[in-house]
């Protein structure tokens, strides 16, 4: 399984639903608070093109916001 990371805050609601989610898949994942690194924002935008949080890298494939289908499928194709 490649790596799973997720760019959040701690007041996201949508951050939130989706480590549960993915934690909920046994699937273990680092966690990435944008609101505390200027650095790793920059880094986020720069990989998804979006100010806006979840964005979810899985094996190198951006998934923008909590779209359960899409994660399942990056999910799936990285076993």
């Not at 046994?26 to 986020?44: A, F, H, W």
């Not at 899985?58 to 799936?76: M, Q, T």
């Amino acid at each position: 399984m490649n790596n799973v990371l997720i760019y959040s805050t701690n007041t996201c609601p949508y951050c939130k639903q989706a480590k549960d989610y993915i934690k909920s898949k046994g699937v273990d994942y680092q966690e990435i608070d944008v609101s505390s690194s200027r650095k790793k924002l920059e880094e986020m935008i720069e990989k998804s093109g979006q100010m806006g949080v979840p964005v979810i890298d899985i094996g190198g494939k951006v998934v923008v916001g909590f779209d359960k289908k899409e994660i399942d499928r990056l999910l799936g194709e990285n076993k």
